[in-house]
C-alpha cells in the first residue's frame, strides 16, 4: 500500500504547527498521528503485492487484505504445508484464484446503469438519475466529473498513487489520512482508499480504509463524462463531512481544479503548481516535503 521513502520526511505526532493565514482561514494548531512508523524487512514482498492484493480483495469483496488472508487460510495452509514459516505467502496469496460465485465488491458500471439507456441522456439528465440513485444514504457520495478533470488527476495518479491529507477538527488540530489510488482495467474503474494515518501506523497491513472512491470510466469517450461514487463505512471513526472535504482535497491536489477551460492567474497557477510540486516530493520522499507546506495549501481550500 504505501512505500517507504513516502511517509520519510513526516513530522512526529506530538508536533504543534502554527499555521499562517488570515481570520477567515482555518487554523490548525496541531497534527496528530502524523509519525510513521518504518517498514520492516520483512515486508519488502508484501509491499511489492500490496496493490495487487488490495484489489483483490475489493474484487471479491473481502474490503481488506486482512479479510482476504482469513478466507484463503485454509487453502493457505493446504499449499504451504512443511514450511517451517507462519506468516502467509503474499506470492501464493495473490496466485489463488477467486472462488465461483463471489460477488466483486466494485460493480462494473453496467450492473449499475443500463448503459445504452444513459448513452442518450443528456448530461442534466444522465447527473440527475445519478445523484438520485445516491440520495437515499448519508454515508455516499457521488459526483459526474467531465473528462478532461478527470484525466488530468489520473495522470498525477499514475505518477503518484500515494499522498496524505489532514482533515481540519475544531479545537483538536489536523488529523491526517493516507490515500492509495488502485486501476482496474476489467471494470473501468479507478479507485482511492482513504485510511487514517493512525490506523495504518497501528495496523499496517491489516489498516482498512475508511472510505473508497470509484470512478466509473464507460462513459469517458462517447459522452465525456465520468461517474463516481464513494462509500463511508460506519464505525470507522470518519463522518461523511470529512470524507467530502478529503474528495475536494484530492482534487485539488491531483490537479482536478485547474481544468475549467479558463486561464489561471498568476497567483492560482503558482497555488496549483505548489500542489503538483508537493505531491511529487511526497511520492519521491524528498525532503523538501513538510507537514507545515501541506497544512497552509490544504487550509487555502477551506
Known sequence: MIRTPALRHLATSSARFAVRGTAQQRR???????????????????????????????????????????AYADKIQELRKGDAVDAPSIQELSAIPQPE???????????????EKVADLPEKEL???????????????????????????ESLARDSPFFVLPVPHESQGAEMHFLQWTFDAASKTSTVLFTQ??????RGEFAQPHTT????????????????????????????DHAKW???????FYGGWEQKGDELDGQRKERAEERKRLLEWF??????????KLLEEAERLG
Open 28 to 70: 490548525w494548531a496541531k497534527v496528530l498521528d502524523v509519525r510513521f512508523v518504518a517498514t520492516q524487512p520483512s515486508q519488502v514482498v508484501l509491499e511489492k503485492y500490496r496493490e495487487k492484493l488490495s484489489q483483490k480483495a475489493l474484487q471479491e469483496g473481502h474490503g481488506s487484505i486482512e479479510n482476504l488472508k482469513a
Open 101 to 115: 460465485g463471489t460477488p466483486p465488491a466494485i460493480k462494473p458500471l453496467g450492473d449499475i446503469l443500463d448503459l
Open 127 to 153: 447527473t440527475a438519475i445519478w445523484r438520485l440513485r445516491h440520495a437515499s444514504s448519508p454515508q455516499t457520495l457521488c459526483a459526474v466529473i467531465p473528462a478532461p478533470t478527470y484525466q488530468a488527476m
Open 197 to 202: 494515518l493512525v490506523e495504518y501506523k497501528t
Open 213 to 240: 472512491v470509484t470512478h466509473h470510466l464507460d462513459l469517458i469517450a462517447d459522452k465525456g463524462l465520468v461517474l463516481m461514487q464513494g462509500q463511508v463505512m460506519e464505525g470507522r471513526g470518519v463522518q461523511p
Open 246 to 252: 478529503l474528495v475536494m482535497c484530492l482534487q485539488r
Open 283 to 292: 511520492t519521491n520522499g524528498d525532503p523538501r516535503f513538510s507537514v507545515e
